[in-house]
């Protein structure tokens, strides 16, 4: 039996100088390695014995380790044999020092760990796949949450939409899945706010027209008075105590029937022959004097101003053929507040009704207040005054608006003379807009008003 | 050490050097292995002094000719010592060429 020697052995072993020469290296490395044991022996340095990246990791890790604390164990490193073949191999080493303390020699002792090296990469393949499997299951919290807090901004985006903000615009990340649905949202929001734009543009429009119309219709008055004035006193006659039904008038409307009768005018049905709307049409129905002229002309003017839901606007005035003056009114349907009498003690009939009526002599007092000087009614009137010698008659415009709230039940005299009297000068410019504040309780109003009560806006 | 009466602050330091951290040194590796700043060199007026190791697997001499050949008035010092870490493996020969590299300097 063979004397047992380590050269042999299960592992390889091996004896360098401090920078990797090889003094002795056993069988066991030499044909690990595929070296002539001899000449290794020669010169050799130990790292060539390794793939590049272990001679490497010799350098930079083992050689400093083994030079400050003496040993390295367990180093993971690759020997490459002539050919080219790896053989993974842990190292274990350690520095043989001097008396001075220097390192003299290196002693290595190399295990053969195939194995080991391939479960290690199953740990770590293990551990990577782990770990991806976190990054991916984060990943997918992330996006879930990304989603869940789109959807919430969808949804806060949709609330602002439904409480009226049209001007905040919806907005996700570009890469969300619910783009397309925020892309609709955002084409919907732009089309309401481009409509509603379209709708004040036009509503706008409208109403400089009517304030055009309006002021037309006040200037119309004027002259109407001014004209019919000087000669009214010796060529009017007593106008027609009924007109034909289907007569034309101007060429524009026709006369359908009558709708009441008053003490100084008749309220007839016309039709307007251009687009056969309805209107009510009241005419002068008594001997026209200057001073009912002047009345009539002055109403015509007042309500001109008049641009309110619960008060009767006006569209025209003129004259027919046979001199009597006639002003054009919108045709309001239902019926009287008398017919309702039995509903007075109704509170919720009533206030609603006496809201609107109070809201309509408002309107009126408002208009009244604005109105500028009409200079050509009160110069006509002053004259007037002063041929009759001082006649002064108690002129309480006031009256009117409580006339047209309650159906001509009782007609008041309006006498542009008194009205002068008052003290408070009125604005010399004619500013026909309402009021800011007006305007806008007109357009809060407008929303929720109850259906326009007949007696407020009867003919 | 500097405090010969207290060993385990040695031992504690040495432990400290010795641990790798994977993450720091997969970090050091990507930064010292894909680095190329070859073309910097020509750039560098410091005056520079190039250690170049005998035997160096990671810096072989022609790394040290080359640098040497780049840095404009640097100096190439061609040492006994081997491997990448002189100043562990050769000490005194590093602090040699460092101290008569300096009062060179110094001097000039």
């Known amino acids: ?26 069988r066991t490395l030499a ?70 303390g220097a390192t003299a020699l290196l002693r290595l002792t190399i295990f053969n760990a195939p194995k080991r090296r391939e479960y290690e990469r199953e740990l770590v393949a293990a551990r990577t796949a782990a770990e991806q499997a976190t990054a991916q299951l984060r990943i997918q919290r992330e996006l879930a949450e990304r989603k869940v807090a789109e959807q919430a901004a969808l949804l806060r985006a949709v609330g602002r939409m439904a409480a009226g903000d049209l001007t905040t615009p919806i907005t996700l990340e570009i890469d969300s899945s619910l783009l397309p649905l925020a892309s609709e949202l955002e084409r919907l929001r732009r089309d309401i706010l481009w409509q509603i734009q379209a709708l004040k543009e036009r509503n706008d429009e409208i109403h400089k027209l009517n304030r055009e119309l309006r002021y037309q219709i006040e200037q119309r008055s004027l002259k109407l008075v001014e004209s019919l004035g000087a000669r009214v006193e010796h060529r009017a006659a007593q106008p027609p105590a009924s007109r034909p039904a289907g007569a034309v008038l101007a060429g524009r409307y026709r006369l359908e029937h009558v709708l009441g009768r008053g ?57 027919t053929e046979d001199r ?23 509170r919720a009939f009533v206030l609603p009704v006496l809201a609107q009526i109070a809201a309509a002599l408002d309107a009126v007092h408002a208009a009244w207040r604005r109105a500028p000087r009409s200079e050509a009614l009160e110069r006509a009137a002053l004259r007037r005054r002063a041929r009759r010698g001082g006649h002064r008659e108690a002129g309480r415009l006031r009256d009117l608006a409580a006339a047209r709230a309650r159906r001509h039940a009782r007609r008041a005299a ?42 407020l806006h009867g003919a | ?37 070859r073309a910097d060199l020509p750039r560098v007026r ?46 005194e020969e590093t602090i040699a060429a460092i101290r008569a590299f300096l009062s060179q300097q110094a001097s000039a």
């Open chain 1, 31 to 100: 044909a690990w390695t595929g070296r002539d044991q001899a000449a290794a022996a020669q010169g050799l340095r130990l790292q060539s014995l390794l793939t590049t990246p272990s001679a490497l990791l010799f350098e930079t890790h083992c050689v400093p380790l083994l030079q400050l604390q003496g040993f390295v164990n367990e180093v993971s490193l690759d020997l490459v044999n002539a050919s080219g073949q790896r053989q993974p191999v842990l190292l274990c080493a350690t520095a043989k020092r001097d008396e001075a």
């Open chain 1, 324 to 346: 009597v003056p006639y002003i054009v009114m919108e045709l309001a349907g239902g019926r009287s507040l008398a017919e309702h009498a039995p509903r007075y003690r109704e």
């Open chain 1, 263 to 319: 003490g100084m005018a008749t309220v007839y049905q016309i039709e307007r022959i251009s687009d056969g709307r309805r209107f009510a049409a009241k005419f002068l129905s008594v001997r026209p004097d200057y001073q009912v002229l002047v009345r009539f002309a002055r109403e015509a003017q007042f309500l001109a101003r008049l641009a309110h839901p619960n008060l009767i606007n006006i569209i025209d005035i003129d004259v």
């Open chain 2, 1 to 37: 050490m500097g405090n010969p009466d207290r060993p385990e602050l040695g031992a504690e330091l040495t432990a400290n050097f010795c641990r790798t951290d994977p993450e720091i040194a997969r970090h050091f590796a990507r930064v010292t292995f894909f680095s190329d700043n």
């Open chain 2, 46 to 91: 410091t005056p520079s002094l190039i250690l170049q190791c005998a035997a160096d697997v990671i810096a072989p001499t022609s790394v040290g000719e080359a640098m040497h050949d780049a840095l404009r008035g640097s100096q190439l010092v061609r040492m006994r010592a081997t491997g990448h870490c002189p100043n562990l493996s050769a000490p």
């Open chain 1, 414 to 455: 309006c006498d542009p003379a008194t009205a002068a009297q008052r003290p408070q000068p009125y604005p010399p410019a004619p500013d026909r807009s309402p009021p800011a504040a007006s305007r806008a309780r007109r357009r809060a109003d407008a929303g929720r008003r109850p259906a326009r009560h007949p007696e």
């Open chain 1, 1 to 26: 039996m063979a004397l047992v020697t380590d050269d042999d052995g299960p592992c390889g072993d091996l004896t360098a100088l401090p920078d990797g020469t090889i003094l002795h290296l056993n």
